[in-house]
């Protein structure tokens, strides 16, 4: 098991940045992708950005490529998503989630139901 904390998650204003972090714990993070997905309210959860093993590869939705930055730090068992720019449509609770690679998936494809650990989300609120 994996248990993924996240934090870092606020109320700021238009084009101000943050910071989230996601802090794992039971088990190495650095054998998983990492993904950070987001849910607004009334809307699906969707795919923000997410990273391969070692961060070989990344991927970002085409709404904050430019903006977020994924990456991780396996010895600090943590991965992390600067958002630069922040814009009210990118207000969410943000989710941080962990997939086993099995050869299987394409980092870019990865959906809600094809990851094996999650946390429990930090809220972000952006006013305009």
């Known amino acids: 098991q994996v248990q993924l904390v996240e934090s870092g998650g606020g109320l700021v204003q238009a084009g101000d940045s943050l910071r989230l972090s996601c802090a794992a714990s039971?088990?190495?993070?650095?054998?998983?992708?990492v993904l950070w997905f987001r849910q607004a309210p009334g809307k699906e959860q969707e795919l923000v950005a997410g990273?391969?093993?070692?961060?070989?590869?990344?991927h970002y939705a085409d709404s904050v490529k430019g903006r977020f930055t994924i990456s991780r730090d396996d010895g600090a068992n943590a991965a992390y998503l600067q958002m630069n720019n922040l814009k009210p449509e990118d207000t969410a609770i943000y989710y941080c989630?962990?997939?086993?690679?099995?050869?299987?998936?394409?980092?870019?494809?990865?959906?809600?139901?094809?990851?094996?650990?999650w946390g429990k989300g930090t809220p972000v609120t952006v006013s305009s």
């Open positions: 989630a962990a997939h086993w690679p099995s050869g299987v998936y394409v980092l870019s494809a990865m959906t809600p139901g094809q990851m094996d650990f």
């Open positions: 039971g088990r190495a993070l650095s054998s998983y992708w």
């Open positions: 990273i391969s093993k070692n961060a070989a590869n990344t």
